[in-house]
């Protein structure tokens, strides 16, 4: 049964396009892992697993997927009296993440993501658009997300380096969905050198589970994952009402 189709932050990097390529690659498994789950968009389109498991290095995302999970009321109630304005956008942007309480923080990064243009993680400004409403509707904020509450209650929430996260969870019954920063864009927040897409090819092949990842179609990654069971997906992306497409890469270890 599917509870949640949309991921509650915008994301850069979202995978709710290519998801109709990975959704029916999946294997039978019985634990379910994103160790780079970003907004979460194949967890919350897929039909639940038995366990799941979402681990993500960013601090802030990961404590608004735990807020979400055990302080919903709590969390709804920081948005009674306000606006969507850019002047707040900023005033938020501006405020030091020490000086708030964890569900403050959670609201600030809601507020701030949601409102970020192209779901960028960092260096992000205020989105806006002349073609459609604003996706941040203050009035709906419970409604959109006590789906999402009720998913993340039966989910463990991780807050580990990616490969800490496989190391821990590599069962044979393990199905590990890896979707990390695409190589040579921005926007991430966090440097993920070609290095480590090596590393993670290495873990593809010597783990227990199953794995499919998910990355950019350049040399560097189809050299990186030379070996391993590639395919090409097409993917329209928009940006700015732009439609770009791409091709991309899903890579299998089965």
């Given at each position: 049964m599917k509870e949640q189709s949309l991921p509650i932050v915008p994301w850069i990097g979202g995978k709710r396009r290519l998801a109709k390529h990975i959704l029916p690659?999946?294997?039978?498994?019985?634990?379910?892992?994103?160790?780079?789950?970003?907004?979460?968009?194949l967890y919350f389109l897929k039909t639940p697993s038995k366990t799941e498991v979402i681990n993500d290095i960013n601090g802030e995302l990961v404590n608004l997927y735990r807020v979400v999970k055990h302080h919903l009321e709590e969390f709804v109630r920081q948005f009674k009296w306000a606006l969507v304005s850019r002047q707040i956008y900023k005033w938020l942007q501006d405020t030091p993440e020490e000086t708030l309480t964890d569900i403050q923080?959670?609201?600030?990064?809601?507020?701030?993501?949601?409102?970020?243009?192209?779901?960028?993680?960092?260096?992000?400004?205020?989105?806006?658009s002349t073609t459609s409403?604003?996706?941040?509707?203050?009035?709906?904020?419970?409604?959109?997300?006590?789906?999402?509450?009720?998913?993340?209650?039966?989910?463990?929430?991780?807050?580990?380096?990616?490969?800490?996260?496989?190391?821990?969870?590599?069962?044979?019954?393990?199905?590990?969905y890896c979707d990390p920063p695409y190589w040579g864009t921005e926007g991430y927040g966090v440097d993920f050198p070609i290095g480590n897409y090596i590393h993670m090819s290495e873990l593809a092949r010597s783990i227990k589970g199953k794995m499919i990842i998910s990355v950019n179609d350049i040399p560097e990654m189809r050299q990186a994952f030379k070996g391993l069971n590639i395919q090409t997906v097409c993917i329209n992306y928009s940006l700015s009402g732009k439609s770009s497409p791409r091709q991309e890469l899903v890579i299998c270890n089965f």
């Open positions: 690659l999946f294997p039978a498994h019985t634990c379910y892992v994103e160790p780079f789950c970003g907004a979460a968009a923080r959670a609201a600030r990064f809601y507020y701030l993501q949601k409102q970020a243009f192209g779901g960028k993680v960092a260096d992000h400004s205020f989105g806006t409403a604003p996706r941040f509707n203050l009035l709906r904020i419970e409604e959109e997300l006590s789906m999402a509450h009720l998913r993340l209650s039966r989910t463990l929430i991780e807050h580990l380096d990616w490969h800490q996260c496989i190391e821990r969870y590599d069962r044979p019954h393990t199905l590990f």
